[in-house]
């Protein structure tokens, strides 16, 4: 079994506090705002701006071009955010109307907008409304896509959120996997699916990050731990990239009352002989290293990026920004002791 190669098991506790022993933090530090924040983006570079904003994102290159694959609302969709809506209502609004959108390039600089991908239909789990946080892998010859939706539970709207996927192999066409959803978290660490009275604690499942470890994958998501107001960066592990095994978090903290609430956009890497997370919290980003894929801890801020990827390409490393006002933005990472954010040179 995979599992038993990667080492990946259930940690046996009643309840999360041993987890918190071996793999968090009891607050997260050495946040960066105010005249660092307005330095930090003028570093970054603003490269596609589709005439809505977009938010979580992934790259892939096919060998030829780059394409973007990004959540935002459609063109004559207003932002219940710039609407002036409620938060409740907004939250709802943006959800239920969010879809993929996709774009291409071949030099980063210059994007050519494509129709979106993997619509609503009337049917089966893709009724579900809002796909969201996408993320790509190639396997092979062809290509598959993770992403989650909101389902609805007992009648309450947005209740539900877990992980699906779609493949295809030419980055344009794309087919939803017909067992979605293939994967949510464990009862054993997550409340997933209770329900809750907190609304920043629905049953979610989300933010996909998949990688390569050993002759299998690893899948890091968030979600909220049974703790209560503490929210989690998890893996689950797999040998085909469609059936997964939970094991458990990596990484947990408090949820904030600002910007993001909980963790969101894990990107994990292996450079060096180490393990890098990346992930946002509240309005900032942070990064931090271990020996192992499956414990992380003390990050440090890297300041006010929202959902960044990092990825290399052409010798130097990049990282993205986004936000809920504007577009597609990047910088250059230069690696030190912590990661620095220097400018995109064109």
């Not at 996909?208 to 998890?234: D, S």
């Not at 904030?256 to 890098?276: A, K, N, Y």
């Not at 990026?305 to 390409?313: D, K, L, N, S, V």
């Not at 490393?317 to 912590?338: F, K, P, Y």
């Amino acid at each position: 079994m995979l599992e038993k190669r990667l080492e990946c098991r259930k940690p046996a506790f009643e309840h999360l506090s041993l987890a918190y022993r071996l793999c968090t933090v009891s607050f997260i530090h050495e946040t960066r705002g105010g005249w660092y924040s307005s330095y930090l983006m003028s570093l970054f570079l603003d490269v596609y701006s589709p005439g809505q904003p977009i938010n979580d994102h992934t790259l892939i290159h096919d060998g030829s071009i780059w394409h973007l694959f990004h959540i935002w609302l459609p063109p004559g969709i207003t932002c219940p955010r710039k609407a002036g809506t409620n938060v409740a209502a907004a939250y709802a609004s943006d959800h239920r109307d969010r879809v993929i959108g996709h774009a291409t390039s071949r030099d980063l600089l210059t994007w050519d907008t494509l129709p979106d991908i993997l619509p609503k239909t009337d049917a089966g789990w893709e009724t579900c409304p809002g796909a969201n946080a996408p993320f790509v892998v190639k396997d092979r010859e062809s290509y598959v896509l993770f992403y989650s939706r909101y389902c609805n539970q007992d009648g309450i709207p947005f209740n539900i959120q877990q992980i699906g996927r779609a493949t295809s192999d030419d980055l344009i066409h794309w087919e939803e996997d017909p067992e979605n959803p293939v994967f949510h978290p464990g009862d054993f660490w997550c409340p997933w699916k209770e329900r809750s009275g907190d609304f920043f604690r629905p049953a979610c499942c989300r933010d996909p990050h998949v990688i390569r470890y050993g002759p299998g994958w690893l899948l890091f998501y968030v979600a909220m731990t049974r703790e209560p107001r503490v929210c989690a960066v998890a893996v689950a592990s797999s040998e085909d990239l469609r059936n997964w095994t939970d094991c458990g978090p990596v990484f947990t903290a408090p949820i904030t009352d600002h910007g993001s609430e909980m963790i969101e956009s894990p990107c994990v890497l292996f450079r060096d002989g180490q393990w890098h997370l990346f992930f946002t919290h509240g309005r900032q980003s942070f990064w931090t290293v271990g020996g192992t894929p499956f414990c992380f801890a003390n990050p440090v801020s890297l300041g006010e990026i929202h959902a960044p990827e990092i990825f290399e390409w052409e010798g130097r490393w990049v990282i993205t920004h986004c936000g809920h006002d504007g577009g597609l933005s990047l910088a250059e990472l230069r690696w030190g002791d912590v990661p620095e954010v220097i400018p995109f040179v064109r």
